[in-house]
Nanobody, 126 residues
């Protein structure tokens, strides 16, 4: 059973930075797509960025391209999301998610993500 635990959320002023972390366990032995999603009150959940545990598979939503960077440390089983130049519209609950994958296509629209963390809140003030 894959388990995901996010950390690193908080409150920051516009233009600031935060780094989210997701500690993963239980997914040994096969390739997974890992992703960050977010959901703001009254809005649909949005896929922010994805990456494959096998390398590659990077995807970014247009709204975060050039500002956010997804990365992973396989030795620590940890996924990261570096968020720079934060804007008030980035305010949301951020979730780490995973799904097994036989391809490197990790785009959110490609297939549903099966495993989810509890989320970490990011609040950006103007």
């Amino acid at each position: 059973q894959v388990q995901l635990v996010e950390s690193g959320g908080g409150s920051v002023q516009a233009g600031g930075s935060l780094r989210l972390s997701c500690a993963a366990s239980g997914y040994y032995g096969r390739r997974y797509c890992m992703g960050w999603f977010r959901q703001a009150p009254g809005k649909e959940r949005e896929g922010v960025a994805t990456i494959s545990t096998g390398g590659g598979g990077e995807y970014y939503a247009d709204s975060v391209k050039g500002r956010f960077t997804i990365s992973q440390d396989i030795t620590k089983n940890t996924l990261y999301l570096q968020m720079n130049s934060l804007k008030p519209e980035d305010t949301a609950m951020y979730y780490c998610a995973a799904r097994p994958s036989s391809t490197f296509d990790c785009r959110p629209q490609r297939a549903p993500y099966n495993y989810w963390g509890q989320g970490t809140q990011v609040t950006v003030s103007s």
